[in-house]
């Protein structure tokens, strides 16, 4: 079955960039989704990217794509302390299946 | 920006009531869901509905639980006889369209806790 595997912490400091990781096991995953989830909050959608992209832009948010090792990032430009939150990668897997396989989350810490 | 709503954002119940999970999705979206995330685990998928119907579910998605959309608003999920391993956080999303390229968009969700 599907699986997304996060690494679950990262520590930065404020103005570095990020880079948060993610790998996926099925090869048929159709779109890759990024959320980020604040203390107390709710899944907040960041950016997403269809399989057949290699890169997306979003302001200060890079996707990657490596279709041929599975394997996504999310690159923050200029982190920011307001950052500081956990991010979710997730992936649908098929056209016409709408569940979300979700990854375990990887909390970065921004530090002043 | 509008938003899914989610009430209550925590409840507690004892083990064996019902419980009932309130979402107002997006207005112009037509798919729903439901997620949860147990402490210290994933998120997982629970249901997805469509048309006034399930579309899809998960093996977690027993007998127990079902969801309605009793009127143009409203999207629940209820548990008909709680256990302690449903508690966790409950999140409703809702999307615009069938096409793959309409993302999902999260409630806050409910903290549900079985005592």
């Known amino acids: 079955g599907e699986d997304v595997e996060q690494s679950l912490f990262l520590s930065v400091r404020e103005g570095d960039s990020s880079v948060i990781n993610c790998t996926y096991t099925d090869s048929s995953s159709t779109y890759l989704y990024w959320y980020k989830q604040e203390p107390g909050a709710g899944l907040q959608l960041l950016t997403y990217?269809?399989?057949?992209?290699d890169m997306k832009q979003d302001q200060r948010l890079t996707v990657l794509l490596n279709k041929k090792d599975k394997h996504l990032s999310l690159r923050i430009a200029d982190t920011q302390t307001g950052d500081s939150a956990i991010y979710f990668c997730?992936?649908?897997?098929?056209?016409?299946?709408?569940?979300?396989?979700f990854g375990s989350g990887t909390r970065l810490q921004v530090q002043p | 920006e509008p938003e899914v709503t989610q009430t209550p954002s925590h409840q507690v119940t004892q083990m064996g009531q019902e419980v009932i999970l309130r979402c107002v999705p997006i207005?112009?979206?037509?798919?729903f869901y439901w997620y949860r995330q147990i402490l210290g685990q994933k998120v997982e998928f629970l249901v997805s509905f469509y048309n006034n119907e399930i579309s899809e579910k998960s093996e977690i998605f027993d007998d127990q639980f079902s969801v309605e959309r009793p009127d143009g608003s409203n999207f629940t999920l209820k548990i008909r006889s709680t256990k302690l391993e449903d508690s966790a956080m409950y999140f409703c999303a809702s999307s615009r369209q069938a096409a793959d390229n309409q993302p999902q968009h999260f409630g806050d969700g409910t903290r549900l806790s079985i005592l």
């Open positions: 997730a992936e649908s897997i098929q056209t016409g299946r709408r569940a979300l396989t």
């Open positions: 207005s112009n979206h037509l798919y």
């Open positions: 990217i269809f399989s057949n992209m």
